[in-house]
């Protein structure tokens, strides 16, 4: 079975600083999806950014980039130019490209930002 | 842009109870799934639906719990004579039927149960 690791439980960076959030997984698949889906105080779950595990180029979304290891089975978020509104829970999470879509989550990273 | 709706928003039921939460996927979506979170602990999956049957169920989703989409538009999660262990937030989450899409998710219900 698939898991996933973020080991930061809370991370602080300080406004238009740059954060890098950290998450492991495993898994004996070759093919599979990669997520970081960000949970502000408001609850609903928003997709942040998404990599194909096939594709070597990191995924990256205006201030959201991903550093992937696919050998190291790493999958790190980067945040650039910290905005008060980035502050909330982000979690990681895997979906396998051969065996159904479910989602497996890590157990998130709270992020606060300070001004 | 579209959204999925969850109701209610925050769900107070006595212990062996029934309990329905409801969802409102997104329109052109044909994949509808329900997640749980417990407090302080990982976001898991319970159970996917596609074509009107279950695609896909986790360990969690035992008898007591079912899904329906009794109409063109809801998708409802139930739990049949609730414990004190199902009180989490439960989301729910859709998608269209293309691997490279990836799931939106709902507010989420948070079940208390007393």
């Known amino acids: 079975a698939q898991t996933v690791t973020q080991s930061q439980p809370e991370m602080s960076v300080q406004e238009a600083e740059t954060v890098t959030l950290s998450c492991t997984y495993d898994?004996?698949?070759?093919?599979?999806?990669l997520f970081w889906y960000k949970q502000p105080p408001s609850r609903q779950m928003i997709l942040v950014i998404r990599q194909e595990a096939y594709k070597q180029q990191n995924a990256t979304e205006n201030r959201f980039s991903v550093n992937f290891q696919k050998a190291a089975k790493s999958f790190s978020l980067k945040i650039s130019d910290s905005q008060l509104g980035d502050a909330a829970m982000y979690f990681c999470a895997y979906r396998s490209m051969e065996y159904g879509n479910k989602l497996v989550f890590g157990a998130g990273t709270i992020l606060r930002v300070k001004s | 842009e579209p959204e999925v709706t969850q109701t209610p928003s925050h769900q107070v039921t006595q212990m062996g109870q029934e309990v329905i939460l409801r969802c409102v996927p997104i329109?052109?979506?044909?994949?509808f799934y329900w997640y749980r979170q417990i407090l302080g602990q990982k976001v898991e999956f319970l159970v996917s639906?596609?074509?009107?049957?279950?695609?896909?169920k986790s360990e969690i989703f035992d008898d007591q719990f079912s899904v329906e989409r009794p109409d063109g538009s809801n998708f409802t999660l139930k739990i049949r004579s609730t414990k004190l262990e199902d009180s989490a937030m439960y989301f729910c989450?859709?998608?269209?039927?293309?691997?490279?899409?990836?799931?939106?998710f709902g507010d989420g219900t948070r079940l208390s149960i007393l």
């Open positions: 329109s052109n979506h044909l994949y």
């Open positions: 898994t004996s698949e070759s093919d599979y999806y």
């Open positions: 989450a859709s998608s269209v039927p293309r691997d490279d899409q990836p799931q939106h």
């Open positions: 639906f596609y074509n009107n049957e279950i695609s896909e």
